[in-house]
């Protein structure tokens, strides 16, 4: 069974960082593109991230420069590192692959 469970989102300042994880199970990861995804309050889903195999990365032209995607393949585990976080980037953030969702961790970037 295949299961993706994200963790680390929070309140944070603007200008602030977090680090977002998505634990793996049920499925080769290493074997698979993994990507972030982000759903703010009455807008659709957007692609933040996304990171295939030999750790080719591509982002948003939003993020570009301010996040980080990245996988450690022995803990089947994947990461989001944010900084420079805006009040924009408030969302919720899915960890996906495939056709596999995760349930979702809420960024808010407030004062």
């Known amino acids: 069974q295949v299961q993706l469970v994200e963790s680390g989102g929070g309140l944070v300042q603007p200008g602030g960082s977090l680090r977002l994880s998505c634990a793996a199970s049920?499925?080769?990861?290493?074997?698979?593109?993994m990507r972030w995804y982000r759903q703010a309050p009455g807008k659709e889903r957007e692609l933040v991230a996304s990171i295939t195999f030999g750790s080719r990365t591509r982002y948003a032209d939003s993020v570009l420069g301010r996040f980080t995607i990245s996988t450690d393949n022995a803990k089947k585990t994947l990461y989001l590192q944010m900084n420079g976080l805006k009040p924009e980037d408030t969302a919720v953030y899915y960890c996906?692959?495939?056709?596999?969702w995760g349930q979702g961790t809420l960024v808010t970037v407030s004062e």
């Open positions: 996906n692959t495939d056709t596999w």
């Open positions: 049920g499925f080769t990861f290493s074997s698979y593109a």
